[in-house]
């Protein structure tokens, strides 16, 4: 009898067991919930600068512009013709967005100065065609839609040291270092381990997308994921972070300066709006 009594409560327990895994399984992923708790910038007033107020193609004409905030993810995917901006990095044979090329060098030399090693990437620029023969190859639970991927836009890094790829990245100190660092370097982990639900990715320690700076120290200092970035900005106003001003435009109506003393950067984000990003000169 008692023999019994505990059968039927193994029973019963694996009975629960399984009915507990599947409920799980079957809950619906919580994607790209809102992830900001405060905002972080400052509302300032750019009253002591000049400006004006032009369609995106006549700003893009008075500074310079780059794609380092464009937004892809699987809402929000790219054209199979995007005009990605990719040069090959050094002699390396390495195609990135002309943008990361300086702040990757820098990184990398960080690697090599720190550690005495050397930073590789594994995969940089990946055009759509790439990405339908690595979908085919990898199977839709490792490999992303074509036109959702980082990749295609050369923004993204697929970085590692020797011996420690992939996952096994952040066992390296070198893995750790660019975990915690990269964000002083222009770049940000897109799909970090305590966002899982935030971006609907599984923690990619290897897997490094430029965004420029200030943008990526923002992102860092406040735990937000890229995919909610942009809802920090309320169209046409404008926001202080360190010596930086940030605004973030509609493309119909770019309010810039003139005859500024600073740097000025355009950036769309593919949402029909581009960020403004104003450093001002040093003192
Ligand atoms: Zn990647």
């Keep these: 009898m008692k023999k019994f009594i505990i059968q039927a409560f193994i029973g019963i327990a694996i009975i629960f067991v399984m009915l507990a895994g599947m409920f799980l399984y079957f809950q619906p992923k919580a994607v790209h919930a809102r992830s900001i708790r405060s905002n972080p910038l400052k509302e300032t007033s750019i009253s ?9 193609e006549q700003a893009a004409s008075m500074y310079p512009t780059n794609q380092a905030l464009l937004l892809v993810n699987e809402a929000h995917p790219i054209s199979e013709d995007y005009p990605s ?3 090959e990095y050094k002699t390396s044979g390495v195609l990135m967005n002309e943008c990361v090329i300086e702040d990757y060098s820098s990184l990398s030399a960080a690697i090599t100065n720190k550690f005495n090693n050397s930073l590789y990437v594994s995969s940089s620029y990946r055009s759509y065609e790439d990405q ?19 990749h295609q836009t050369g923004l993204a890094q697929d970085v590692y040291v020797m011996y420690f790829g992939g996952g096994a990245f952040i066992k390296s100190d070198e893995g750790q270092f660019v975990n915690s660092n990269c964000y002083d370097y222009g770049y940000i982990i897109r799909y970090p381990y305590a966002m899982q639900d935030y971006t609907g ?9 430029y965004v420029g700076l200030p943008h990526s120290k923002i992102i860092e200092d406040n735990s937000i994921v890229f995919d909610d970035y942009a809802e920090l900005y309320e169209p046409n106003k404008f926001y202080e972070y360190e010596d930086y001003i940030i605004g973030r435009m509609p493309l119909d109506a770019v309010t810039v300066p003139v005859n500024f003393d600073g740097e000025v950067t355009l950036s769309e984000d593919g949402l029909g709006y581009c960020f403004v990003t104003i450093r001002k000169a040093a003192k």
Excluded: K
């Design 48 to 56: 002591d600068i000049e400006t004006i107020t032009i369609p995106f």
């Design 85 to 87: 901006n990719v040069v």
């Design 132 to 150: 339908v023969r690595v979908l085919e190859e990898e199977g839709p639970a490792i490999a992303a839609q074509p036109g959702t991927s980082e």
């Design 201 to 209: 990715f599984a923690y990619e320690p290897w897997h490094i997308r």
